[in-house]
């Protein structure tokens, strides 16, 4: 039958569609996953305030955002990262903006096609094959069934088979929904993608703003500090002092490294030090990841901050 067929690549075009779709706003697998998550839970909750999860772009304009700052107003470089990640985020803003209109008006509408009018369908279509094949085993054994139960088996199937077609053919003949709904994908891109173009257009504004002014400003020139002056008096310990701050001892007997950086953490496990304090390794995660203890804490820090004194065994 010529209507189930473009059913069946109907209810086949609905999924492939709506999965694609998914993959498309988000490319990446775990954050499809936690969009999948957060739309159950808000579907639990009542109502869809906003996608649940944060944009790789705001991610992006975050790191660039805090690097400017702390890059300091004198910076060129500095405030350039504040510009272009103030950029950023709202490109994420309205990169959400997007996802939540093409999910409340595409992929939800070929949702509840999907779980309504294409289901209702498959259910006609089971109904008749059940009484198709209850006639036909009805017919196979006349005599021993009465005309009758033929003729009750018979309107049985004419009447499954005229609500199956007749599914279907609304179905079929209502498409123009599905039409609107491709024009609603559409029209959110579009807005998108204008609405993003506008806000790089003018970050690239700004930038060109910022190497005219880069540009007019007077070269500085480099003028050293008065170097330390070293007291070579031996201090209570027998090491040779000198000025400046004091730093933790160095267990020279034993692996470790000097802090070349001060390092803030940021993560629960890692430890925090200032530029010159002598860190006692304990091993080597990674190849980004030391652990060891300094000041009496332990925990993680980045090998890209310290610099090596007595290296770990092999």
């Not at 009484?131 to 088996?153: M, N, P, S």
């Not at 267990?251 to 629960?268: G, V």
Request: charged letters at 30%; one cysteine or more.
């Amino acid at each position: 039958m010529e209507m189930e067929k473009k059913v069946d690549t109907t209810t086949r075009a609905v999924m492939d569609i709506m999965t694609k779709t998914t993959e498309y706003l988000q490319p990446n697998p775990a954050t499809r996953a936690k969009m999948s998550m957060m739309s159950s839970m808000s579907k639990i909750r009542g109502g869809d305030k906003g996608p649940g999860y944060t944009q790789t772009e705001v991610i992006l304009g975050e790191s660039m955002q805090k690097f400017g700052r702390e890059l300091g107003e004198e910076s060129c470089f500095g405030v350039a990262l504040i510009d272009v990640g103030e950029a950023m985020r709202e490109l994420g803003e309205v990169k959400d903006a997007l996802d939540m209109e093409v999910k409340q008006n595409f992929i939800d509408p070929l949702q509840i096609m999907n779980d309504k009018d294409l289901k209702e369908i498959q259910h006609h279509l089971k109904k008749l094959e059940g009484r198709r094949l209850d006639f036909d085993y009805k017919k196979k054994r006349q005599g021993k069934v009465t005309e009758d139960e033929l003729k009750q088996a018979l309107e049985k199937f004419d009447d499954s088979k005229e609500i199956a077609e007749q599914s279907m053919f609304n179905l079929l003949e209502s498409d123009i929904e599905q039409v609107s709904q491709l024009s609603a994908l559409v029209q959110a891109q579009v807005n998108y993608h204008r609405q993003a173009a506008e806000i790089l257009q003018q970050l690239s504004s700004k930038i060109e703003d910022r190497i005219r002014e880069a540009s007019c400003k007077p070269r500085r020139e480099y003028v050293p500090k008065p170097r330390n002056s070293l007291d070579l008096s031996e201090n209570h310990n027998g090491n040779i002092g000198h000025s400046g701050p004091s730093r933790s001892p160095a267990p020279m007997d034993q692996p470790c490294c000097r802090a070349l950086y001060d390092f803030d953490p940021e993560n629960e496990g890692e430890i925090g030090f200032k530029e010159g304090d002598i860190i006692t390794l304990t091993s080597k995660v990674d190849d980004n990841w030391y652990e060891g203890t300094v000041n009496g804490q332990s925990g993680f820090f980045p090998v890209n901050y310290v610099d090596i004194l007595v290296a770990l065994p092999h």
